[in-house]
């Protein structure tokens, strides 16, 4: 058990939303840094090194998309405190990353503390075509990838037919430079954030919320990448110690 804990939610992530519970977002504010991210990036660079298989995941000819989101993220890195050059990033934490040195979603998940994940219009849905997703709550990338949204969420009570359209409208509907985001929050009994469980074995949350010692909320943003067309859905991973708060 890996214990990487923020001192608190973010305010506006205080209030669990329905789904899928959308706001407009600020064009470069779909990634976020804070005081977890030294131990959060270790984390994830251990899981890269040592269970990569189980972490990352691509299809055959999403290339220009994973490129494209590579380079979407390293103009934003500076105003966060990276420094970038040409071939190489310097992290807030003092590691040199070198971006050429690996396929561009790890080279990205060495990078920074969101999980990001690639959906592309395959007939009438988004499906999941590409992730580097070191910290899953309770799922596994390998049974949700190549699957479309509603695939995907099969295991989430609230996801019906009618909230799967809806979220398919919002993924068709989001445009190039105008993101949107929402969050959720769940229980859990211990603060590991690597916590993949298959669909056919029961969750290790814990019953209710004044039961749990940890809980734990994802920011989630999709934004559309102005060249491919592709959406991206990223995912910045807060733990706190208490239900509350």
């Known amino acids: 058990m890996v214990e990487i804990l923020q001192n608190a939610l973010p305010q506006n992530m205080r ?3 329905a789904l899928p519970g959308v706001q407009p ?3 470069e504010d779909w990634l976020r840094l804070d005081e977890a991210y030294a131990a959060q990036m270790a984390h994830r660079r251990a899981l890269i090194a040592t269970r990569r298989a189980d972490v990352y995941w ?3 000819d999403v290339e220009a998309a994973a490129r494209e989101v590579l380079a ?3 103009k934003l890195l500076p105003g966060l405190g990276f420094e970038v050059s040409d071939r190489r990033c310097r992290c807030p934490d003092g590691q040199i990353v070198r971006l050429d040195d690996d396929a561009p979603l790890v080279v990205l998940g060495h990078l920074v503390q ?3 994940c690639i959906l592309q219009k395959r007939g009438d849905e988004h499906m999941l075509t590409a992730a580097c ?3 899953p709550a309770s799922w596994r990338l390998s049974e949700k990838v190549g699957r479309p949204l509603i695939g995907i969420h099969e295991t989430v009570d609230d996801y019906d037919a009618n909230i799967a359209r809806r979220v398919q409208r919002l993924f068709d509907g989001v445009k190039p430079g105008r993101p949107i985001w929402r969050y959720n929050r769940l229980w859990y009994d211990d603060p590991e954030l690597f916590q993949p469980r298959s669909t056919l074995s029961s969750r290790r949350i814990a019953p209710g919320a004044a039961e749990a010692a940890y809980q734990r909320a994802e920011r ?3 934004l559309r990448l102005p060249v491919s067309g592709a959406v991206v859905f990223s995912i ?3 733990v706190i110690k208490g239900a509350q708060g």
């Open 72 to 74: 979407e993220a390293l």
């Open 236 to 238: 910045h991973s807060y």
């Open 114 to 116: 969101e999980d990001i």
């Open 25 to 27: 977002l600020g064009s």
């Open 58 to 60: 691509q299809d055959a």
């Open 15 to 17: 209030e669990a939303r």
């Open 133 to 135: 997703l070191c910290f």
């Open 220 to 222: 989630q943003c999709i």
